[in-house]
């Protein structure tokens, strides 16, 4: 007792504000149940499992902990269930969950030697007794993060309602790519119901969330309710309406009529709920949810290493799935587990470690791939004889509790408990790796994603134009009429058309849907295009010029983007009912572009240094149509080189928010900067990063003289700039020799597959190639697949063959 009195000055009560973490060890997935228990640091209030609290007490000299075991109790074979009378899981009155009870026991030790008291005790000081009674009966900071409910709030009709006035201002919103119209947030974005305008939320009390820019236009217009940007879908009581008159969360009966006067139009979804096609899709997804789930299959349970699930927090498959392939690559297996163990990673992170992604990450790594977690889970019906317990074929799996709240921190969408699309947030997970790993490039993971994409422009002059680009992932479109059983379709179309005459529905055995080659697809991505209304400024007219794309660069994984999911006019969402033939191995060797070739002559530029265009009217009226603005229009049709309406939308969505978009367009050439103006030390700069020479003195010269700056024009430049102005082959290669590289042969490891109508809703399952079998990981289900849907695919994970 008096060796605990010394270190009363190393005890905290903790505050209300303090987070307080008792239900998992922020370094390993430990828990109170786990054999040696977790240990509550109390001072710091970080929880650790009994392999892992003597790193902490190294690192910060904290000596006092609380020490929390749970260990089951027996239980009653004859216990009666009791009948749910709300619509809620694991709640007084839900459905009973059949998790198994736990006695909690506690006690107090004092590392090093792991000095133990109990408690409670009247022998403890004052002081610990407060400390300890405030963690036990605080909420765990785990379970206040990640905990969900079934029942939802009982909102009220606002009485602003039935009688909202609705400015005829003709405001017409976007599917997407909104941003304040007071500020540059992306996030968080209000719909106002009264005159269209799309402002940021409220601050939070950290200074993240938005600027106030909406509440601030209630206050100055008295204009009441707005719907929530990213809330709407179908289903319209789900959508977040508030009224700031009434300071809550509302319902609204009329808000398809509301949105309706902004042209976001719910009618012909309604209208087409019962279309024997909707019918039609409702069946094929009760067939893809059991195919895609291999659901009535005899799935053989895998345990050990690389075979452990995650556990659905809550619509958070779209995580899981996504998870499992990427940890499945060389890359992220290296840097996260053979590469960095769980005391280097703990060492490096910050006080707080369940806030960093490199420790977060190291521990998701070792959770999947250790096998330390991957074993079978005990029944939890066993009678009173614990210790005679049998286990299931089922695994518990792995909570990625910590990880999610970390990923999600810079994006919120991800931090909710909706559903998500895997692709959006594979994306977001790359570009933060990138970030983190940005003062040590070599051991970034993911460069292994990362590849370099070449677009080619011919005018009829015969003179081209080259832009370039960097992506990690090669979306692609699907085309339908390339389907290689069209006769089938054919009889399918006839069957059909007898069944809607009759009044009879077609089973889901008797629907037919397209079959379509991948190679069709990957050949569409770099199949010419005519761009039409092109200024050539070798004819200084407007032309119909021809682009082409292909790869400079082939990664070491390529992730392929089936779009199966389009948007219709008046925000009708549709997904394309289609099969595609993915074979083992694929080819993309002919994909690569050459870059500038020998005769070829480049365009000549226009004195701002770009090749000049005039941007089509038609597409620009079409964009301004749909609610953007008109000079950010210009741009985007200007710089997709007038290839059409759906290629300015995407270049628009992706350059909201750069710096220059409002920027005037130039109307005259500017005088041409010389190289004498280059400092020759930035130069030898750059150089030392690879870069050649004159490479690193146009890039120098197009970015003011700034390094950072010109760093990135070389990796990412204005489209419509070519590096192969100064020396074709060599700056080509200059540009992407940070990139991995090598032949074009590929060999599918892995996919995604969706199943639902909508990224958004549904649920999402990978298949993985491991060992020489395909393997199914359905969030905390692992086994043997039989039958992996290969053709069903929404994401397909390839790695490049070494030669």
């Known amino acids: 007792m008096e060796l605990l009195r010394s270190y009363l000055l190393r005890v905290r ?38 392999d892992y609290v003597g790193w902490n007490y190294e690192k910060t000299g904290n000596p006092v902990y609380l020490h929390i075991k749970e260990t089951r109790k027996p239980v009653s074979e004859d216990r009666p269930s009791k009948k749910p009378t709300l619509l809620a899981i694991g709640i007084d009155g839900g459905f009973d969950n059949s998790e198994p009870e736990y006695e909690v026991s506690y006690g107090i030790v004092i590392l090093p030697n792991y000095v133990t008291l109990p408690f409670p005790s009247v022998e403890l000081p004052e002081k610990v007794r407060l400390a300890v009674d405030a963690v036990i009966m605080a909420a765990g900071a785990e379970r206040k993060e990640q905990i969900a409910s079934w029942t939802a709030d009982k909102k009220l009709v606002s009485k602003h309602a039935m009688n909202l006035k609705q400015l005829d201002n003709r405001v017409i919103v976007p599917p997407s790519g909104w941003k304040c119209e007071k500020c540059d947030k992306t996030e968080n974005l209000w719909l106002n119901l009264t005159d269209g305008s799309i402002l940021c939320g409220r601050s939070n009390w950290d200074g993240s969330g938005g600027n106030n820019h909406a509440i601030n236009h209630y206050n100055v217009t008295g204009y009441p309710l707005a719907v929530k940007l990213g809330t709407i879908t179908a289903d319209l009581e789900a959508s977040d309406v508030y009224s700031y008159d009434e300071d809550e969360s509302v319902v609204d009966p009329l808000l398809a009529q509301h949105l309706l006067h902004f042209g976001i139009d719910f009618s012909s ?167 983190i790993n940005a003062g040590n490039p070599n ?156 005769g070829e002559e480049l365009l000549p530029e226009g004195g701002d240094g770009v090749v000049k265009l005039v941007a089509n009217e038609d597409i620009v009226t079409q964009l301004v149509s749909m609610g953007f603005n008109y000079l950010h229009c210009q741009k985007a049709a200007i710089n997709t080189s007038n290839a059409g309406v759906e290629a300015a939308m995407n270049w628009l969505l992706s350059h909201m928010n750069d710096p220059d978009i409002d920027d005037p367009i130039p109307k005259e050439a500017k005088s041409a900067p010389q190289y004498s103006d280059i400092d020759p030390l930035k130069v030898d700069t750059l150089v030392s990063f690879g870069f050649e020479e004159e490479l690193s003195r146009k890039a120098l010269l197009a970015s ?91 994401l397909y994970f390839f790695e490049r063959i070494d030669s």
């Open 269 to 435: 979804l309604q209208k087409t709920e019962m279309t024997t096609a909707e019918r039609e899709l409702d069946q094929n997804t009760n067939f893809d949810w059991n195919r895609i789930q291999e659901s009535g299959q005899e799935v053989e349970p895998l345990f050990g290493p690389g075979y452990t699930g995650l556990v659905n927090l809550g619509n958070s498959c779209y995580l899981a799935a996504t998870m499992q392939v990427v940890f499945s690559t060389r890359g992220f297996y290296t840097r996260y587990y053979l590469d960095q163990n769980l005391k280097m990673a703990f060492d490096n992170a910050p006080a707080d470690p369940t806030v960093d992604l490199n420790m977060q990450l190291a521990k998701l790594a070792h959770g999947l791939l250790s096998g330390k977690y991957s074993i079978p889970a005990t029944k939890k019906d066993d009678a009173v004889d614990t210790t005679n317990s049998t286990s299931t074929a089922k695994q518990e799996g792995i909570p990625p509790r910590m990880f999610k709240s970390v990923i999600a921190a810079s994006h919120p969408e991800f931090s909710t408990m909706r559903q998500q699309d895997a692709l959006e947030f594979f994306l977001h997970f790359i570009d933060q790796v990138e970030r």
């Open 443 to 598: 051991f970034d993971p993911s460069r292994s994603f990362k590849f370099g994409i070449e677009e080619r422009l011919q005018c009829p002059s015969g003179r081209v134009a080259y832009n370039k680009r960097h992506d990690y992932i090669l979306s692609l479109s699907i085309p339908l009429y390339k389907a290689t059983n069209k006769k089938e379709l054919e009889d399918f179309q006839k069957l059909r058309a007898e069944k809607d005459a009759e009044g009879k529905e077609l089973s889901a055995d008797e629907i037919v849907r397209p079959r379509v080659p991948l190679k069709d697809c990957l050949d569409s991505f770099s199949a010419p295009e005519e761009v039409h209304d092109f200024y050539s400024t070798a004819l200084d007219a407007r032309t119909t010029a021809m682009k082409n794309a292909g790869l400079t660069s082939f990664p070491d994984y390529l992730v392929l983007h089936m779009r199966k999911f389009v948007m219709e006019e008046g925000w009708v969402p549709k997904k394309l009912d289609v099969y595609i033939d993915v074979p083992d191995t694929i080819d993309i060797s002919n994909m690569r572009s050459k870059g500038l070739q020998p």
């Open 704 to 794: 003011d003289g700034d390094i950072e700056k010109a760093t990135e024009w070389i990796f990412n430049p204005p489209s419509g700039t070519s590096h192969m102005e100064t020396s074709p082959s060599s700056s080509a290669a200059a540009v992407d020799a940070v990139l991995p590289d090598g032949d074009g042969r590929y060999r599918l490891i892995g996919l995604v597959s969706h199943i639902g109508t909508s990224t958004h809703c549904g649920h999402y399952v990978a298949h993985i190639r491991k060992d020489g079998r395909w393997v199914i990981f359905n969030d905390d289900k692992v086994g043997v697949s039989k039958y992996p849907p290969i053709d069903m695919g929404y």
């Open 13 to 50: 009560i903790p505050e209300p504000t303090n987070r307080i973490y008792k239900h998992e060890c922020c370094v390993s997935f430990d828990t109170p149940k786990s054999e040696g228990g977790l240990f509550v640091d109390m001072n710091s209030f970080l929880a650790f499992g009994k």
